[in-house]
């Protein structure tokens, strides 16, 4: 049984910077793509950055150049660092593990293990 669980959300400025931590009860991080997801009041849940086990990244277009997501596999964490951070931002984070398809990184139904989330706001 996979328990993934999410760490450092929180209130900040607009321009600020926050970094999110997920860890996981099991050795998933080995295999899984692993990425977050927003949810904001009265939207639909959206992914925002996945990085696969090759290590290889993406990026949802509104993040791009201000967000960063690393995994230590040895560690079984997940990491999102937020910089430049807008109002926009403001949202549940999720953490996700899974095996999406190609391309599908940023679809909620291809992630079997999810957190719990943790809140962040951007004034």
């Known amino acids: 049984h996979v328990q993934l669980v999410e760490s450092g959300g929180g209130s900040v400025q607009a321009g600020g910077s926050l970094r999110l931590s997920c860890g996981a009860s099991g050795s998933i991080y080995g295999d899984a793509c692993v990425g977050w997801l927003r949810q904001a009041p009265g939207k639909e849940r959206e992914g925002v950055a996945a990085i696969d086990s090759d290590g290889i990244a993406s990026y949802a277009d509104s993040v791009k150049g201000r967000f960063t997501i690393s995994r230590d596999n040895a560690k079984d964490t997940l990491y999102l660092q937020m910089d430049s951070l807008k109002p926009e931002d403001t949202a549940m984070y999720y953490c996700?593990?899974?095996?999406?398809?190609?391309?599908?990184?940023?679809?909620?139904?291809?992630?079997?293990?999810w957190g719990q989330g943790t809140q962040v706001t951007v004034s």
């Open positions: 996700a593990a899974g095996w999406p398809a190609g391309g599908m990184w940023d679809r909620t139904s291809e992630y079997k293990y």
